[in-house]
C-alpha cells in the first residue's frame, strides 16, 4: 500500500468518478483503477462500488476512509512542518470556499499572501456550508469560509455582515421601490440560488414566514442574474454576489433588513502548519482592510 492509493481512493470518492479523478491525479483511467483495485486486494476489503452511476464507498470503505485522511493529512502536515523550518519556501494549503468569497476575496487574499510566500500552493475546495464545514472538521481542508458562527468545536473568527437585496430587472417597476418588504416576495417568481451558505437567506425567509414561488433553482450566480435581467423572476442575493457584474439589474434593499455573517474557520488554530496558520491570519486582515469604515 502506498500514499498514492490513499489518494486515489479519496480524490474517487471526492469526484464520484473514475474518470474525473484520474484526470485530476495525472492518472490514465486504467492506471487508476488497477491502483485502487490492488489496494482492496492487499487489504483483502472492497473499498468501493463501481456502477453506471459512478462510484461510492461500501459500508467497510466508510469506516476506513476517516483513517486513510487522517494518514494522509498527518504526511501533509510532516512535509509542512520541514518547509517552515526552511522558511515557508513551500507548502499546500487547501481552502473550503463558495463562489463569492472565491470571486471577491481570494484572489486579492492568494496575491497579497504569496507576494511574501511565493512558494506556497493553494487547492480550493467548492461546497454548500454544510460540506464546507464538514471538510474543516475532518481535516480535507485547512481553512473554509464558513457561515458565522459555525460549529462550537472548531476554531472561527467573524469576518464580515453581507446585507441581503432583491434584485430586479432595470426596467422592471418594483427596481423603483427603495426598499422591498419581504412579504412582496411571496406574490413575484423566484429565482432561487443554492450558491454555499443557501442556509442564511432560508432562515430569513422562515423568521419571516415566507413561503416563495420557486420557479428556477439555479448553483450559479451568473446564469441567475442573467434570469433576472431577462424578467424570469426576482432573486434575493447579498452585496457580495453582484459585486463585478455588469447587467441591466438594480438590487433593493429587504424590509426588514437581513444578512448573511461570513466567517472563516480551523479545526484547530493549534494543530494548523504555520503557512495554513499564517494565511488565516492574512485572510482576517485583508477583510478588515478592505472594508474598513464601511458598515457590516
Known sequence: ???????????????????????????????????????????????????????????????????????????????????????????????????????????????????????????LLHGTDTQIVGCVADGRVDVGFVAYPTRPELDADFLYRDPIVGIFADDDPLAELQTLPITMLQELPYIALNEGVEDEITAILDQNHIELDARFVESDDHAVI????????????????????????????????????????????????????KFYDYACQWVQEEYAGKEY
Open 1 to 123: 500500500m502506498s500514499l498514492s492509493q490513499y489518494e486515489a481512493l479519496l480524490k474517487a470518492v471526492e469526484t464520484g468518478t473514475m474518470t474525473q479523478a484520474a484526470e485530476e491525479l495525472g492518472y490514465t483511467q486504467s492506471g487508476l483503477t488497477r491502483a485502487l483495485s490492488s489496494l482492496e486486494e492487499q487489504w483483502g476489503i472492497r473499498l468501493l462500488n463501481r456502477g453506471r452511476g459512478g462510484v461510492q464507498l461500501t459500508p467497510e470503505g466508510q469506516l476506513l476512509l476517516p483513517y486513510i485522511s487522517t494518514v494522509l493529512n498527518d504526511q501533509r502536515r510532516l512535509a509542512e512542518r520541514v518547509g517552515e523550518i526552511n522558511g515557508l519556501r513551500e507548502g499546500l494549503i487547501r481552502i473550503g470556499t463558495f463562489n463569492s468569497v472565491s470571486a471577491q476575496w481570494l484572489p486579492g487574499m492568494i496575491k497579497k499572501f504569496q507576494s511574501d510566500y511565493p512558494g506556497i500552493r493553494f487547492e
Open 226 to 277: 442573467a434570469m433576472v435581467e431577462q424578467g424570469l423572476g426576482t432573486s434575493l442575493m447579498s452585496m457580495m454576489m453582484l459585486q463585478g457584474f455588469d447587467r441591466r439589474i438594480t438590487a433593493v434593499p429587504l424590509d426588514p433588513p437581513g444578512y448573511r455573517e461570513l466567517g472563516i474557520a480551523c479545526r484547530s488554530r493549534r494543530l494548523l502548519s504555520a503557512a495554513a496558520s
